[in-house]
């Protein structure tokens, strides 16, 4: 089971518009393809970030309209929120170090070192 917070249009304003913590965005569907291979990645880099950074999924299918609002047009589409505002944003699924690298330049955070 996922450990990253599914969200809606209703709770999307207070989840993550006005969250004081950076955060990550993943636009998905279940029957799509690179969004099943990226997931996994996403639900890691959650681990690693920690408190840092948020991770969150909205369903396309179930939430069109939060969709159309952000222009999304291929998922998996990830898009990097920090102080209510769209700061970066990935479509496509990227290595994992690639996609860490992202959410640091984005956010200026690095992964909890582990070990």
Known sequence: MSSIKEVNE??????????????VVDFWAPWCGPCRIIGPIVEELSEEFGSAVQFVKVNV??????AARFGIQGIPTLLFFKDGEVVDGQVGA???PALS???????????IAKG
Not at 101 to 111: G, I, L, T
């Open 10 to 23: 209703g709770q999307f304003e207070s989840t993550v518009v006005q969250s004081a913590t950076p955060t």
């Open 94 to 96: 990227l290595p994992k």
């Open 101 to 111: 690298a992202k959410v640091s330049a984005a956010f200026s955070v690095s992964p």
């Open 61 to 66: 299918d179930n939430n069109q309209s939060l």
